[in-house]
C-alpha cells in the first residue's frame, strides 16, 4: 500500500496536538488538514518546477521533499499555535529568516491563515520565486521582504523563527533580538541536543544579563529518524537596539 508522506504526515501533527490546543478558538486560526494538504502540493509543484533553475532546496525526489522539508517545517506547528494564544493573541505577527524557498514560512502561513507572516530573503531570485508562489496560493497573510536581516525594520515581529540559516552565536542572537518585539520569540529549528548545547554554551552569560529565558523542546518530524528540536529564546521585554548586546 502505497503511503501518502503529506496527508498522513499532516494527519499525524494534527493527532499529536495537546488537548488543550484544540480548544474552540483554535479553529478560527488553523486550516483544515484537509484543505492544507490541497495547498502544499501545490507549493511542493512549484517548488518542484522551479528548482532546477533557482537551486532552492536539495532533494531528490518528492517524498524527500515533503518529509525533510514540508514536514519538518510544519513540526512545531502546535507550540507555535501555543505561543500565539498564550502570549500574541491579537494580530500576531511572525518573520522568516533567509527563507529561502519559503521554508518555514510558507507552510506555516498556510497552516495559520490569519497570522501575518514576514519573509526574509536577501536574493533576488527568489524573493521573485516566493512573491510568484505566494500569488499562486492567494496567500495574502504574507509579505516578501527582499533584504538581509540587519537591514530589515526592526521590532518586525512577535516570533522570529529561521531554518538552516545559521548556527547561533552572539553575531546573529543580536541581529535577531533587533527584528523581535519586545518579549517576542526567537524559534530556531535545529537537530541533536548534544549540538544545540554546544552552540548556546557561549551565549548563557549574554542570554542572562538579558534576562532572555531559553528552552529546548523535541520537535520529532513524521517518517523522519533523525532527531529534531525547537529552540525557543526569550527576547528581552524591551527593544535592542544595534549597540544593545556586548
Known amino acids: 500500500m502505497r503511503i501518502n508522506y503529506l496527508e498522513n504526515g499532516i494527519q499525524k501533527l494534527f493527532e499529536n496536538s495537546p488537548r488543550d490546543a484544540y480548544a474552540p478558538a483554535d479553529a478560527a486560526f488553523t486550516r483544515r488538514p484537509d484543505e492544507l494538504a490541497v495547498l502544499l502540493n501545490r507549493y511542493c509543484d512549484e517548488i518542484e518546477l522551479f528548482n532546477p533553475a533557482y537551486g532552492l532546496i536539495s532533494v531528490k525526489d518528492r517524498q524527500e ?15 507555535i499555535k501555543r505561543l500565539i494564544t498564550g502570549n500574541f493573541p491579537l494580530n500576531p505577527r511572525i518573520a522568516d529568516i533567509g527563507s529561502g524557498a519559503g521554508l ?36 495574502s497573510n504574507v509579505e516578501i521582504l527582499e533584504t538581509e536581516m540587519e ?5 518586525i515581529a512577535d516570533i522570529i523563527c529561521f531554518r538552516a540559516f545559521h548556527p547561533l552565536n552572539l553575531k546573529i542572537l543580536k541581529k535577531l533580538f533587533r527584528l523581535s518585539s519586545p518579549g517576542a520569540r526567537i524559534a530556531a529549528y535545529k ?16 542570554l542572562e ?38
Not at 491563515?113 to 505566494?134: C, W
Request: with cysteine; hydrophobic share 45%.
Open 65 to 79: 521533499l515533503i518529509i525533510k522539508h514540508i514536514l519538518d517545517s510544519l513540526a512545531p506547528i502546535n507550540i
Open 151 to 155: 537591514k530589515a525594520p526592526p521590532a
Open 191 to 206: 537537530g541533536r541536543r548534544e549540538t544545540i548545547n554546544a552552540e548556546m554554551s557561549p551565549l548563557l552569560p549574554v
Open 104 to 139: 518555514p514560512g510558507i507552510p506555516l502561513a498556510l497552516a495559520l491563515p490569519n497570522v501575518f507572516f514576514s519573509l526574509l530573503e536577501r536574493m533576488g531570485r527568489r524573493t521573485g520565486f516566493l512573491r510568484n508562489t505566494a500569488a499562486i496560493l492567494a496567500l
Open 209 to 246: 544579563q538579558q534576562n532572555a529565558k531559553w528552552s529546548v523542546i523535541p520537535c520529532p518530524v513524521p517518517f523522519l529518524d533523525d532527531e529534531r528540536n525547537l529552540v525557543l529564546i526569550q527576547s528581552p521585554p524591551y527593544t535592542v537596539n544595534a549597540g544593545g548586546l556586548e
